[in-house]
């Protein structure tokens, strides 16, 4: 089973950084296309980020394009979700997830469990 947990969310004011983590124990994270997935409250799920596993190709929401960086370290077997400029329309659940390839739609092999970051003053 392929088992994701994400950490790193939080309380941040606007204009503000959080960098999210999620990680691999069980499998390799680099044979598999990472997304990253966002649900805020009374919306539908919408696909945010997602790194290509064999050419390492990012992809981005235009609303987040310029302040949203995904990256992987394969020695730590994590992908990370670096936040920039926060805005409180990110105020959402982020969930990591895995595929095969960053397809649209996404076809999801796992979820993670999900992590809140909300942005206030």
């Known amino acids: 089973q392929l088992q994701l947990v994400e950490s790193g969310g939080g309380l941040v004011q606007p204009g503000g950084s959080l960098r999210l983590s999620c990680a691999a124990s069980?499998?390799?994270?680099?044979?598999?296309?990472i997304g990253w997935f966002r649900q805020a409250p009374g919306k539908e799920r919408e696909g945010v980020s997602c790194?290509?596993?064999?050419?390492?190709?990012?992809h981005y929401v235009d609303s987040v394009k310029g302040r949203f960086t995904i990256s992987r370290d394969n020695n730590k077997n994590t992908v990370y979700l670096q936040m920039n400029s926060l805005k409180p329309e990110d105020t959402a659940v982020y969930y990591c997830?895995?595929?095969?390839?960053?397809?649209?739609?996404?076809?999801?092999?796992?979820w993670g469990q999900g992590t809140q970051v909300t942005v206030s003053s």
């Open positions: 997830a895995a595929q095969y390839h960053c397809s649209s739609p996404p076809n999801i092999l796992s």
């Open positions: 069980e499998f390799t994270l680099d044979y598999y296309a």
């Open positions: 790194l290509s596993s064999r050419d390492g190709v990012t």
